[in-house]
């Protein structure tokens, strides 16, 4: 069973910068396309970044080019969002993701993800 366990939010002022880990468990990278998301109350949930499995590949949202990076971690099972350039439009609750794919791929549409994370709340100051 694929579990997903978020960690590393919180509360930053604007400009500020945050690391979001997502812990897996029960798959492996190998098999594995991983992707942050992010919510708020009355919105859809938005792809922010997406990689492959072997980490070849990684996607952006445009509203987070140039600031966010995604990465894994293979040994330690571990995928990573670093958030820097942090502005109050950033707050939203932030998920983590996984789906498993034969090709080396990733997308940023929610509908493709079988196994999510119980999310964990970011949340960015004026």
């Known amino acids: 069973q694929v579990q997903l366990v978020e960690s590393g939010g919180g509360l930053v002022q604007a400009g500020g910068s945050l690391n979001l880990s997502c812990l897996a468990s029960g798959l492996t990278f190998d098999d594995y396309a991983m992707t942050w998301f992010r919510q708020v109350p009355g919105k859809e949930r938005e792809g922010v970044a997406c990689?492959?499995?072997?980490?070849?590949?990684?996607f952006y949202a445009e509203s987070v080019k140039g600031r966010f990076t995604i990465s894994q971690d293979d040994a330690q099972h571990n995928v990573y969002l670093q958030m820097d350039g942090l502005k109050p439009e950033d707050t939203a609750m932030y998920y983590c993701?996984?789906?498993?794919?034969?090709?080396?791929?990733?997308?940023?549409?929610?509908?493709?993800?079988?196994?999510w994370g119980q999310g964990i709340q970011v949340t960015v100051s004026s």
């Open positions: 993701a996984a789906v498993g794919y034969g090709v080396e791929a990733c997308s940023l549409e929610a509908w493709a993800y079988t196994n």
């Open positions: 990689i492959s499995w072997s980490g070849a590949n990684t």
